[in-house]
C-alpha cells in the first residue's frame, strides 16, 4: 500500500519560528490517517537557506511539496489531496 509521506522540519529555523504549532500533528495524523500515512521528524529540509527567498518556517514536506509557514490546518489539506491521488 502507497503511503503519503509527512516529514516535519525539527531544524532549529523551524522550532524556533513555530513548530509549537506542529505538536499536535503527531496526534492528529495517526488517529485520522491511520497506517496510509508515515510521519517523521527531519533535520533541516534545507528550505530555510534559500538565498531567493525570505525564510518561512515552519517547513513541513508532504511526498514531495514543501509546505509554507505551516500550520496543522495546511498539512492535512495537503495530505487529503496526495491521499486523492492515491485513489
Ligand atoms: S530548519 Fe527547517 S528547513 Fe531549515
Known amino acids: 500500500m502507497k ?3 509527512v516529514k516535519v522540519c525539527i531544524g532549529t529555523t ?5 513548530q509549537e504549532n506542529m505538536k499536535n500533528l503527531s496526534k492528529i495524523i495517526p488517529e485520522k490517517y491511520g497506517d496510509k ?4 521528524p527531519s533535520q533541516c529540509l ?8 525570505a525564510p518561512k ?4 514536506k508532504v511526498n514531495d ?3 509554507k509557514e505551516a500550520t ?14 492515491l485513489c
Open 37 to 40: 500515512v508515515e510521519l517523521t
Open 3 to 5: 503511503k503519503v509521506s
Open 72 to 85: 496543522v490546518e495546511k498539512v492535512l489539506q495537503v495530505i487529503d489531496e496526495k491521499l486523492k491521488e
Open 57 to 60: 518556517p515552519p517547513y513541513v
Open 14 to 18: 523551524c522550532y524556533i519560528q513555530g
Open 65 to 67: 511539496d514543501i509546505i
Open 46 to 53: 534545507g528550505v530555510c537557506s534559500i538565498q531567493w527567498e
